[in-house]
């Protein structure tokens, strides 16, 4: 195998929650009475800490604005997942069978880390994770932080690691810190903001990636986690 860890983004690769991400923070704008913006201007900025986020949306505000609209979409995100965001189909699966072959797993999320715990507590999916990183305990995406610091954490090479998300502020991240990528075609941003990150490959669905970064279908193995 090639790699000895992979490290996911959440939102957009492993859970479908970026149609919630959306709605919510539309809603958080009408709370402010703020411009409406369009769908895809919001899908834009997703992958990016939140205060970044609202700031590339909403430049107009200042910082108690923007703390103002954090505090409404995480009002309005909290309301929403009383019933948790479904996850892609096979995401289960696939970190079983990487956490069956060995593969250290990671998480490094524009989340909080109270979201992120949050959803871990919801959906039990921590236990397939040796390590994360979230937007409020170090660098926003596309700065390397989050992935150099998983990467001394868990005391692996660059050249062993690979970083799987949806955005282009994922796969920039995982090349200014000199780890190679795969895109997610599903996510929220089309192709051609992801192409010119330079992945190793593009896959259409999460079950695609076991061939890429472990054993190939016919020699899976399953691991109780």
């Given at each position: 195998m090639k790699y000895d860890l992979v490290i996911f983004d959440w939102d957009g690769t492993v859970m479908d929650s970026t149609g919630r991400i959306v709605s919510c923070m539309h809603a958080a704008a009408r709370d402010l009475a703020?411009?409406?913006?369009?769908?895809?201007?919001?899908?834009?900025?997703?992958?990016?800490?939140?205060?970044?986020?609202?700031?590339?949306?909403?430049?107009?505000?200042?910082?108690?604005?923007?703390?103002?609209?954090?505090?409404?979409?995480?009002?309005?995100?909290?309301?929403?997942?009383?019933?948790?965001?479904?996850?892609?189909?096979?995401?289960?699966?696939?970190?079983?069978?990487?956490?069956?072959?060995?593969?250290?797993?990671?998480?490094?999320?524009?989340?909080?880390?109270?979201?992120?715990?949050?959803?871990?507590?919801?959906?039990?999916?921590?236990?397939?994770?040796?390590?994360?990183?979230?937007?409020?305990?170090?660098?926003?995406?596309?700065?390397?932080?989050?992935?150099?610091?998983?990467?001394?954490?868990?005391?692996?090479?660059p050249e062993r690691a690979v970083v799987v998300g949806d955005t282009s502020f994922d796969l920039d991240m995982a090349r200014n810190a000199g780890v190679d990528r795969i895109a997610v075609s599903y996510g929220a941003h089309p192709l051609d903001r992801l192409l010119p990150c330079e992945p190793l490959a593009v896959i259409d669905r999460l079950n695609d990636l076991l061939p890429l970064v472990g054993l190939a279908a016919n020699e899976l193995v399953t691991e109780t986690v």
């Open positions: 703020l411009p409406a913006l369009a769908d895809d201007q919001v899908c834009g900025i997703i992958g990016l800490g939140l205060p970044e986020a609202i700031s590339s949306l909403y430049p107009v505000l200042d910082t108690a604005g923007v703390e103002q609209m954090r505090d409404r979409y995480a009002f309005h995100f909290i309301e929403a997942e009383s019933t948790p965001s479904a996850l892609y189909p096979g995401a289960e699966e696939v970190l079983t069978q990487l956490r069956g072959q060995g593969l250290k797993l990671a998480v490094a999320t524009g989340k909080s880390r109270k979201g992120l715990q949050r959803v871990w507590g919801n959906t039990g999916l921590d236990r397939y994770f040796h390590a994360s990183r979230c937007a409020d305990e170090s660098g926003s995406k596309p700065q390397p932080h989050m992935v150099l610091e998983l990467l001394d954490e868990l005391a692996v090479a």
